[in-house]
């Protein structure tokens, strides 16, 4: 054996065991001899080491008689040079022996080979196979996505060596890759433009493949000149997410950097931070979906909030002199931009306002709020229903402007005593009044929808209103669009067909009516809000 090499391994208990049984079943003489350069190591039986060859073994199964030789060489899988001989007495097989001897023994040492082969490299990877249990566990008890990206970053650097680490996760909305999580020196904070940062942690995400740099070819890494030595090794694994349907996709980067011993990451590190990614990649999908289910609750419940809001802005219509009165409200969303409005004048007199905003959804749910305030103050202040508009329209232009909107407005005043309606419109179609034979007289436009009427706009118009047999009518176009059909009358004909058929029955029974036909109509046209209302002269 040449110097400083260690001393050969005894034999596998395993392998001696087939040799005692062969030697005492067979009453074969079996020894084994380790061939080390110039030396010959006794293996079986146990004897000493001799330089010349020599073998002072005794083998009681052949004593008694002559006895035939036969020898082996043996080259297992392990790599060593055996000699097996086997010692026979005369007249038996001893080159038959010899032979299966021979075969059994390579087998058995290469079964006991591989034994302690896979033996250490299950003890070399129990830190990583304990290092990926660990990460699953944290994961499975860490909520926040933060918190369990730094215990996971550090126990990765602690089994693999690393001296710095980071993670840094996509985000989809605006395609940057922001910092999650980071061990040791101060790096890049980002965040990084996935598309378009030549750093290593960006191209890694995008090429979707893994990138590891050898001390002597490290290239530029995601650190600012001079934090890191040049020639540490760099390795960074893409975090990959597979659904259970549909493509892989990356969500992110895990980066290592440099080595608190030297060296360099090697192949199995990669495999290593490979699984790790993919366990990462899957916590951050859940972690994402779990956010964008939270949101969608919170965003459900702050809708019907807002929903809630703003039905307990329009008022209750049982409180008023001088008219019978029935509304409704249906927005397309859970909120939007239609709206009515009664008020209780002086001498009796009833202001009645109905307004459509040009969208639905929350902006026309901020314009309709602001509409009602505004015409809460003014309708208190002018009797007059022109000048009403005029001092709504002029509160609202910027505002309107800017949210490129427009609302038409129906005003107008009822005088029970005088018997008449006095009316300003703002470009709002949809406003009647139904007769007491059924006949319906529309209520015309006098301007255009307020944020589009000029500084000069705004007049009214004066009819006769008889308390005992006129409705007022008013309603949104989201109610009668929802009753066309490619064929038939009009959504707007079928609306005041019945409302003029049941004219003489009560606000609510017509309102009740109107709804429950448009609720069983089928949808030909996108949904918008829909708001209708009934006045009668009181009883």
């Known amino acids: 054996m040449s110097a400083g090499r260690p001393p050969r391994s005894p034999l596998p208990e395993s392998v001696r065991e087939s040799l005692d049984e062969f030697s005492t079943h067979l009453g074969l003489g079996l020894t084994l001899t380790a061939l080390e350069d110039d030396r010959r190591i006794r293996m079986y039986p146990d004897g000493d ?19 035939v030789v036969a020898r082996r060489t043996l080259q297992p899988r392990d790599g060593s040079r055996l000699e097996l001989e086997v010692m026979e007495k005369v007249g038996g097989d001893a080159e038959g022996a010899a032979d299966l001897v021979s075969r059994s023994l390579v087998r058995a040492l290469d079964s006991a080979h591989e034994i302690r082969f896979f033996t250490f490299e299950l003890s070399e990877r129990y830190e990583e196979i304990n290092l990926l249990y660990s990460i699953s566990e944290t994961l499975g008890s860490i909520l926040r996505l933060d918190d369990a990206a730094r215990v996971i970053l550090g126990e990765v650097c602690d089994v693999m060596g690393a001296r710095r680490g980071s993670i840094w996760v996509h985000e989809s909305v605006d ?9 040791g020196d101060d790096g890049v904070q980002g965040p990084l433009n996935a598309s378009e940062s030549p750093a290593v942690t960006a191209r890694v995400f ?17 650190v600012p000149s001079g934090a890191i030595d040049e020639r540490e090794t760099f390795l960074s694994v893409p975090i990959r997410y597979t659904p259970p349907e549909g493509e892989a996709r990356t969500v992110g980067v895990i980066n290592l950097i440099g080595r608190r011993h030297g060296g360099r990451f090697t192949a199995s590190d990669q495999k290593l931070l490979s699984a790790i990614a993919t366990q990462v990649g899957a916590a951050l999908e859940n972690n994402r979906l779990i956010r964008q289910s939270l949101a969608r609750e919170r965003m459900a419940r702050e809708m019907e909030l807002a929903h809630n809001l703003q039905m307990k802005l329009l008022p209750p219509l049982d409180r008023f002199d001088g008219v019978r009165a029935a509304a409704r409200v249906e927005p397309a969303e859970m909120v939007g931009g239609d709206f009515y409005q009664v008020f209780q004048l002086q001498d009796d007199k009833v202001g009645v306002m109905i307004g459509d905003v040009s969208s639905h959804g929350f902006p026309a749910a901020l314009i309709m709020a602001l509409a009602m305030s505004a015409a809460s103050i003014y309708a ?14 002029d509160a609202l232009r910027d505002e309107l402007e800017t949210t490129e909107m427009y609302l038409t407005l129906f005003y107008g005043v009822l005088d029970p005593t005088a018997q008449t309606l006095t009316w300003s419109n703002a470009g709002h179609p949809h406003a009647f009044v139904v007769g007491a034979d059924g006949c319906t007289e529309r209520l015309l436009a006098t301007d255009p929808p307020v944020g589009i009427a000029g500084p000069a706009s705004y007049e009214q118009q004066v009819r006769r209103w008889d308390p005992s047999g006129d409705l007022v009518f008013l309603f949104t176009d989201g109610l009668s669009d929802a009753l066309v059909t490619p064929s038939g009358p009009t959504g707007e004909a079928q609306v005041l067909d019945v409302v003029a058929r049941h004219r003489t029955a009560d606000p609510r029974f017509i309102i009740d009516t109107l709804f429950g036909l448009v609720a069983g109509a089928p949808a030909h046209v996108p949904a918008d809000d829909r708001t209708a209302m009934v006045l009668a002269g009181a009883r």
């Open 49 to 67: 080491s001799r330089a010349d060859g020599a073998l002072s073994a005794e083998h009681p199964a052949v004593e008694g008689g002559p006895c």
């Open 206 to 222: 995008r090429d979707a493949r893994p990138m590891m740099a050898l001390p002597e070819a490290r290239p530029v890494v995601d």
């Open 380 to 393: 208190s202040e002018f009797p007059m229903p022109a000048k009403v508009l005029r001092h709504v329209d």
């Open 175 to 183: 395609g940057m890759l922001r910092l999650v999580a980071s061990v």
